[in-house]
């Protein structure tokens, strides 16, 4: 099932959905925490914005959808990254963006940076081997999906975490010199 399907197929149809399902998750848990995209750590997603990034979504999910693979891997990326997000929902949406932004760069000031880049590391490490390990050992194409899905979430967290960090580290310089 590596191959392409046919549009409007039924397996199109259920990839469509799947994915359809697996983006809205995740566009529904970013809306959820951060409506004016203040906390969204993806600068492609951020410059987007909902006006495109809604409409974007949809053409990414009806492009891939003809391909089996891709559609598995997205599909389980964005569900785990969906799962992130609800985890902190509550929290984003108790204190409002930007005083839960503030409150995380106060967090991550007060942290000594081996102690965060470690837990970071080992976050991704983890989820890195348990998604390396089912493609390693997959003998078909779906394990073999979600196992590259997660291992995709793994480097997404990473990069993602990284991009947050410099962008913190950025601000407090300028506003050090200020």
């Known amino acids: 099932m590596d191959d392409a399907v046919e549009f409007g197929s039924r397996w199109y149809l259920i990839l469509l959905n799947l994915l359809l399902f697996a983006r809205g998750m995740d566009l529904l ?4 925490a951060t409506p004016r995209l203040a906390l ?3 600068p492609i997603a951020r410059r987007l914005g909902w006006k ?8 990414v999910c009806a492009v891939f959808a003809a391909w089996p693979l891709p559609a598995v891997i997205i599909s389980t990326t964005s569900v ?3 799962a992130r997000n609800f985890q902190s929902v509550w ?11 503030q409150w995380m760069v106060e967090r991550i000031h007060e942290t000594q940076p081996v102690l965060y ?5 080992a976050q991704v490490a983890l989820f890195g081997t348990v998604g390396g390990g089912l493609m390693f050992f997959s003998r078909d194409w779906v394990p073999f999906g979600i196992g590259t899905g997660i291992l ?9 975490t990284l991009i947050s960090l410099w962008r913190i580290r950025r601000e407090s310089r300028s506003m050090d010199a200020n």
């Open 117 to 121: 880049l470690g837990c970071l590391l």
């Open 52 to 59: 495109w990034g809604l409409p974007f979504n949809v053409v």
């Open 29 to 32: 848990s970013t809306w959820l």
């Open 80 to 82: 785990l990254v969906a």
């Open 40 to 42: 969204e750590a993806n």
């Open 91 to 101: 929290l984003m949406r108790t204190l409002g963006e930007e005083a839960y932004r």
């Open 152 to 160: 995709a979430y793994a480097v997404a967290v990473l990069l993602f």
